[in-house]
């Protein structure tokens, strides 16, 4: 269900950066001797890294936080994700605030790290169109 949403995006998001990506930057590896898999491979894919990498975040962090779906079909405790879970520390007249707050940072965690492992080329994804010339 999550690729129906993230897909799209994805796709579009990935053309984006492929079309920006020189197509003389292909040919001057087939001219120094490599195939069209290898010139792919070794060029093509590292000019694109950051793109590819903002479209990850872009779809964990939409999977990640999907609140809406998993709320309707999630019907058994034991299968719940993490933000259907906080929402059983919201009670009718009362909020545990502790548990809640908890629980959001822990819910925060995975997202810190996969964000700080991309960092670096994220923020080359990010402004890869900001300047022009």
């Known amino acids: 269900m999550y690729c129906s949403f993230t897909l799209p995006f994805a796709i579009w998001n990935t053309c984006a950066f492929f ?77 545990d605030w502790g548990l809640l707050m908890s629980a959001v940072v822990i819910s925060l965690i995975p997202i810190l790290i996969f964000f700080a492992l991309v960092q670096k080329n994220l923020v080359q994804g990010l402004s890869a169109g900001a300047v022009k010339g």
């Not at 920006?20 to 001219?31: F, H, K």
């Not at 779906?69 to 719940?80: C, D, E, G, V």
Request: hydrophobic share 45%; net charge negative.
């Open 19 to 95: 079309i920006s990506i020189p197509w003389e930057l292909e040919e001057a590896a087939r001219i120094d001797g490599c195939s069209r898999l290898t010139s792919f491979f070794h060029v093509i894919i590292h000019v694109a890294k950051p793109g590819l990498f903002v479209t990850a975040l872009f779809c964990f962090m939409t999977s990640w936080d999907e609140y809406m779906y998993a709320s309707i079909f999630i019907n058994t405790t034991s299968k719940k994700t993490i933000q259907v879970g906080m929402q059983d520390f919201i009670g009718q007249y009362s909020v």
